[in-house]
Every structure is written in C-alpha cells, then in structure tokens.
C-alpha cells in the first residue's frame, strides 16, 4: 500500500531544539505530516515549541500538533531524531562522535519500546556514524535505518553551481557523496545543468570561469557548516528542509533519488559502513542504492572518506 493511502502520516521528533523546531515548522508548512509529536528531555520546551506550531494552523493544512514522551512514537511512520550536542565553534563533526553515540544509545530502546518497526531517521551529528550506531543498536533492517547524510552538502553543491553558471538552483543536478564533514567528496564528473554534463558544457562556455572556481566551490561546500556555526551558532533552517524533504518522499511514496546516509552494500569495494550516496527512496525507506560511476579520482577520495568512518567507529568501539 502506498505510503499516501495510509491514514496516519505521523511523524515523532526527538529533541525539540534548534535543528528539531526548525524541522517540525518546515514540515507543517510542507502539509505532508497529518500528524507531529514533539519529544526533548526538557518537556516544557517540547511544549512551549508545541503550542508555538499549533497556534499556526489556521493559516496551514490541518496537522495535529502534540508533545509528550516516547509514548509518542508508538504509532509514528517515522521517528526522526535531532536530540544530542550540538557542534560548537571550532569543534569538527567527529569530535562530537562519543557523546552524541552515548546519547543515541540512551534513545533508541525508549523508542523501540514503544514502536518495534518505524523508520528511524538520523539527523544528529556525526550523522554517518550515529546512523550506523543506530543500525547497530536498533536490529531494524538496513532499509529503515537512514541518515540525513549529505542533503545539504549536495544542496550547496547546486546552489553555487547555479550562481556560477547563472542557472535556477532547479535546473542544477549534483550530489556530494562520502561522510557528511571533512572528507565529503563532490562528485563534479556527474555535475549538469538540465542534464547537459559541465564537462561537455565548460569547454564551449563563452565565461570559461570553471578552471579557476572548482577548488573555491569544493572549499565552500565542504566549510559552509563552520562559516555559519561561527556567525549564528547552528545550523537549522536548510537542514530542517532537508529532512523534509525526506520525510516527504517516503510518506508519499515519492520514490526520489537522495543523497542519504544508509549502510553501504555496493560495489567499488568500499568498506561497509554507513555514508551517503545517491539512493532511491520511497515508502520502505531505502529501496536501492543507485548504479553510479564515479571518475578514479572521485572514487580514490569516497574510499578516503569511507575510511574516515571506519576509523571513528573502531575508536568508538563499534
């Protein structure tokens, strides 16, 4: 049955803070959640962001707005979790890696407790590891345990493409793959403008401006997080899309191609852990990782950065 044809369309939210508010406002605006639970360790700020949403829907689509405790999750279609520490200035991703893995070990059996079978979607960072803490902790199958991973790298992969080239963001196709921090790869071979390749495009271009911005792109994607950490202090609204977006194509059966975070079962081989490349995504969750070549080069590097996970799960322990 699709996803659509289902009458709850209940999403739970854990942690109710920057990252997890700016979520939940996005997806009620989106109007594809029938239902929203909210659930933070601090139960007062759960509520106050509660009621915050409902009093917005008179201007929405009709959702339910509640908080609560993990009680909550017993009937979600999706659990998406955004509690844990939040990255500070001059911290990296996988500096947060032992606190937050704690946290998500706390998490999960009070989630599992109530819900045996959901989709569970990490968010918190680092997200690659936490997926695969997740995955490992859950018991849930592979297809069900999903991290945000490099939406938003690969959503600031297009939008400076699009500025570059002077193109809608829209007509713009390009996926960042790899962990979701330092060693992110952006995958130019398979970069286009409405399915021309910029490697075809570049060379006939009357501006020949790509020789000189590939390396000032790739320093923006992969630094984009710090720059905005260190003049607001998170990151929250284009990750709280980003998750919509998600949640979206699997409530609705969308069948979407996103960069996510999954474990990976492909070819290449790359070590079996979790990170983010282009995978087809609907009601089950993850459906199929997408057959996609990268030049030597790319691959070289997504071996590099698959590495990088690794090593951080064996120093976790996992």
């Not at 001059?90 to 999960?108: C, F, H, Q, Y």
Request: charged residues 20%; aromatic residues 4%; negative net charge.
């Amino acid at each position: 049955m699709a996803r659509q044809d289902r009458p709850g369309r209940k999403v739970a939210v854990v942690g109710a803070g920057m990252v997890g508010s700016s979520f939940a406002y996005a997806l009620i605006i989106n109007g594809v959640a029938r239902r929203l639970a909210l659930i933070d360790r601090d139960p007062d700020r759960a509520a106050g962001e509660a009621m915050d949403l409902a009093h917005s829907l008179s201007f929405l689509q009709p959702v339910v707005v509640e908080s609560g405790g993990y009680e909550l999750c017993g009937d979600a279609d999706i659990v998406v979790i955004t509690a844990g520490a939040a990255q500070k200035p001059g911290e990296s991703r996988l500096d947060l890696t032992r606190k937050n893995a704690a946290i998500i070990k706390k998490i999960v059996p009070l989630i599992l407790t109530h819900n045996p079978d959901p989709i569970i979607l990490m968010v918190t960072n680092p997200v690659d590891i936490l997926t695969q803490v997740l995955l490992q902790e859950s018991g849930l199958e592979r297809s069900r345990v999903i991290g945000s991973g490099t939406m938003l790298d690969s959503s600031r992969f297009r939008h400076l493409l699009s500025q570059n080239c002077g193109v809608d963001v829209r007509n713009v196709h390009a996926y960042v793959v790899g962990e979701h921090g330092d060693s992110e790869v952006l995958v130019w071979s398979h970069a286009n403008l409405a399915g021309a390749p910029l490697s075809e495009m570049c060379p006939v271009c009357t501006a020949s401006c790509m020789l000189g911005v590939k390396q000032n792109i790739d320093e923006q994607v992969r630094n984009a997080a710090y720059k905005i950490i260190r003049r607001k202090s998170s990151t929250n609204w284009a990750i709280g899309l980003a998750v919509t977006r998600i949640v979206e194509t699997i409530l609705m059966d969308q069948d979407s191609v996103l960069t996510v975070s999954a474990l990976w079962e492909g070819a290449h081989g790359l070590p079996s852990v979790c990170f983010s490349w282009p995978r087809l995504v609907g009601w089950q969750g993850v459906k199929s990782d997408l057959a996609f070549p990268l030049d030597p080069g790319e691959l070289e590097a997504l071996n590099a950065s698959a590495e990088v996970i690794r090593d951080s799960l064996e120093a976790l322990g996992s």
